[in-house]
């Protein structure tokens, strides 16, 4: 194999957000973009030499274009062994549920998540460890600290592989694997679930449907919902991967997913109605004409995990990321295990569930997972649903009430206000922040002040620290408004805020969300300044 040696010269932009590096599709088709980011990858990780990678995307346009180029670099780098799934696709839980399959060094996966795709859409890029999950941040800032010195990059002279088909190919010593994306994945979710049970559930008078907004979830779900557990053909929407999503927004909440949220508040509803995202690791959970949040939904998972044979001895601890809501703390105590609260960033459960201190993990941002991979996972969450409703036989409204009525409510909601001029944005921030140590002790609107800070995460396993995680007020009796910025958009800067009230008296268990949390999301306007500094005055979208 012959390769070249091309001079480069550093990009200053290149720093991983909260999941690796997104940027436009113009950005990453700069000259040498791409490739110093690889190659900046590959210098953090030190000598390469031998070394087997899984990699993958979601389908999204310039996916095959990338993965040619970062072949052709792990070829000349020194890389042994690549699996890559065929055309170039795996879900994100995929990847890593094949790189701890294979045992493999890491992961490069393609993905801008729930962003846009197409020409003028999102790309992005971020490696994983041999535990399958995103690299911790003491990777990210090698990565980062080697973008900013990179000069030069290798890349193999050698021609485009067969991404279709399935089987071995070669570049120069390395061997390219071409793999089926989706067996391996379907075949572990059978040995975590009762399919049985859920077979039952299927072929009886009960109806689902899954979204897979035209992202990269419409094979998996496909063979695992329809083929392997017998749901209705047809049960599975918008299944078919499109390289621009087919221009939607493959976001999984009550805005992006619009047209299942019809189907399931229309007269003839189906049963259970579920999304994923663009690169399946999301998901949103619906009943007949009702919402269970991602907080809750975590929440319940815990509390119903016995139903599930790979859960049925107990859970060892139940994390969560500090904005999601406080419910499944509720259900940590009751089961008399440890609840975890670690910064935004599915990264930061990866050291509790290596050292076993955590099983179920899960985000207000629609992102559930556990120990059998080091992702969060949509289609896993849907099956884990699926589960429960065939053991307890009950629907999903019945579910979520009779959770509210043992635990209590944690109304929560999430105001986003997408696109703001970054100074903006951060003057508001800084505004909050100022007001912070005069806060603690306050009566704000009949409510006392408990806490109010700047969240930082001490891991508990490797000791590391991670400051400025996210503005926090928290009130006596638990209700909190949290104020961050969002580390996953591409343009300007998305303020994200986090209200959430916990409601124990039996009778307002069933408010309207908004209605409910009216008071506390007016006083966090108030002391953000919302309008004042970004002219806005409603967020973009609502969860
Ligand atoms: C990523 C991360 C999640 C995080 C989410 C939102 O998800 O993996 O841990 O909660 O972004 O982050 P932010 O609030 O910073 O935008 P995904 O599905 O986009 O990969």
């Not at 045992?103 to 490069?108: E, L, P, R, T, W």
């Not at 050292?355 to 179920?360: F, V």
């Not at 699926?386 to 999430?414: C, D, F, M, P």
Request: hydrophobic fraction near 40%; aromatic fraction near 8%; charged fraction near 20%.
């Amino acid at each position: 194999m012959t390769m070249t040696i091309v001079r480069t010269d550093a990009f200053t932009d290149q720093k991983p957000g909260t999941s690796g590096l997104r940027k436009k599709v113009t950005t990453f088709k700069q000259i040498n973009y791409l490739e110093n980011f690889v190659q900046s990858t590959f210098n953090a990780l030190g000598d390469c030499t031998g070394k087997n990678l899984v990699i993958g995307g979601d389908g999204r346009y310039y996916n095959q274009t990338a993965i040619q180029i970062i072949l052709k670099m792990a070829a000349a780098n020194g890389f042994s062994h690549v699996w890559v799934g065929q055309n170039g696709i795996l879900s994100t839980p995929a990847a890593s549920c094949l790189i701890r399959k294979y045992s493999a060094f890491g992961g490069i996966i393609l993905s801008a998540s729930h962003n846009p795709a197409g020409v003028d859409g999102d790309f992005g890029i971020k490696f994983n460890v041999s535990n399958g999950g995103p690299a911790p941040e003491s990777i990210t800032n090698g990565i980062y600290q080697q973008t900013l010195e990179i000069s030069e990059y290798k890349i193999a002279n050698a021609a485009d592989l067969k991404l279709h088909e399935l089987g071995q190919q070669t570049i120069g010593d390395m061997t390219v694997e071409v793999i089926d994306c989706v067996a391996d994945y379907a075949d572990l979710m059978q040995a975590i679930f009762d399919f049985d049970a859920i077979k039952q559930l299927l072929a009886s008078d009960f109806s689902l449907r899954f979204d897979a907004m035209h992202a990269v979830t419409g094979p998996y779900a496909i063979e695992i919902l329809e083929k392997r557990l017998g749901a209705a053909e047809g049960s599975v929407i918008n299944g078919i991967p499109l390289n621009d999503f087919g221009q939607g927004h493959p976001d999984p909440n009550l805005t992006y997913a619009k047209e299942l949220v019809d189907q399931m508040y229309a007269d003839d509803a189906p049963d259970f109605g579920a999304a994923s995202d663009g690169d399946g690791d999301r998901n949103m959970i619906l009943g007949n004409h009702f919402f269970v949040t991602p907080s809750d939904s975590l929440a319940i998972l815990a509390a119903n995990a016995t139903c599930v044979p790979a859960y049925n001895t107990g859970l060892k601890g139940i994390a969560r990321s500090m904005p999601t809501s406080q419910a499944a703390d509720r259900v940590a105590e009751k089961l008399g295990i440890e609840a975890h609260e670690t910064p935004t960033g599915w990264k930061f459960f990866g050291n509790l569930l290596d050292a076993d201190l955590a099983t179920l993990c899960g985000e207000e941002s629609f992102g559930t997972g556990s120990n059998h991979i080091r992702e969060k996972d949509g289609l896993w969450a849907v099956l884990f649903w699926l589960n429960i409703l065939a053991v307890k036989h009950q629907s999903v409204n019945e579910i979520v009430l009779a959770h509210w009525k043992l635990y209590g409510r944690n109304y929560y909601t999430r105001h986003d206000y997408e696109e703001v001029p970054s100074e903006q944005a951060e003057a508001l921030m800084s505004h909050i922040q100022s007001q912070l140590s005069s806060l603690v002790g306050k009566n704000l609107d009949g409510r006392i002040v408990e806490y109010a800070d700047n969240f930082s995460y001490l891991d508990p396993v490797d000791n590391s620290v991670s400051n400025n995680q996210g503005v926090r007020i928290g009130f006596i009796g638990g209700d909190r408004i949290i104020f961050r910025l969002s580390g996953t958009g591409t343009q300007g800067a998305t303020l994200r805020v986090y209200i959430e009230s916990y409601e124990d008296d039996a009778t307002k268990l069933e408010q309207e969300t908004q209605q409910a949390l009216t008071q506390l999301i007016e006083l966090a306007s108030s002391i953000a300044l919302i309008e004042k500094f970004t002219g806005r005055t409603e967020p973009t979208v609502i969860t």
